[in-house]
Nanobody, 114 residues
Framework: QVQLVESGGGLVQPGGSLRLSCVAS????????MGWYRRTPGKQRELVAT???????NYAESAKGRFTISRDNAQNTMYLQMNSLKPEDTARYYC????????WGQGTQVTVAS
């Protein structure tokens, strides 16, 4: 079955950086468009960045110029490099297919605060 395991979150000061990782299993990762999502209590889930099977990337306006999505198909792993972090980036971050099913991993918490 599908499994998604996110890691790499933490507490960071404004202006800092984090690199999130997502290890996927249970489907053909290399053929699947993937995305990073984030959710803050009381707000709708936001799609932050996507990457196609051909490595074409797209970003939400809030992430452009600061975040970089990438993938390593040999390792079934996707990454999100986040630089110049802001307090408003505080959220729980999840990875999933661009067309997600019902399964979601546990996510990884990112907190940006001084």
């Amino acid at each position: 079955q599908v499994q998604l395991v996110e890691s790499g979150g933490g507490l960071v000061q404004p202006g800092g950086s984090l690199r999130l990782s997502c290890v996927a299993s249970g489907y053909i990762f290399s053929l699947t468009a993937m995305g990073w999502y984030r959710r803050t209590p009381g707000k709708q889930r936001e799609l932050v960045a996507t990457i196609t099977s051909g490595d074409k990337t797209n970003y939400a306006e809030s992430a452009k110029g600061r975040f970089t999505i990438s993938r390593d198909n040999a390792q079934n792993t996707m990454y999100l490099q986040m630089n110049s972090l802001k307090p408003e980036d505080t959220a729980r971050y999840y990875c999933n297919k661009v067309v997600p099913g019902n399964y979601w991993g546990q996510g990884t918490q990112v907190t940006v605060a001084s």
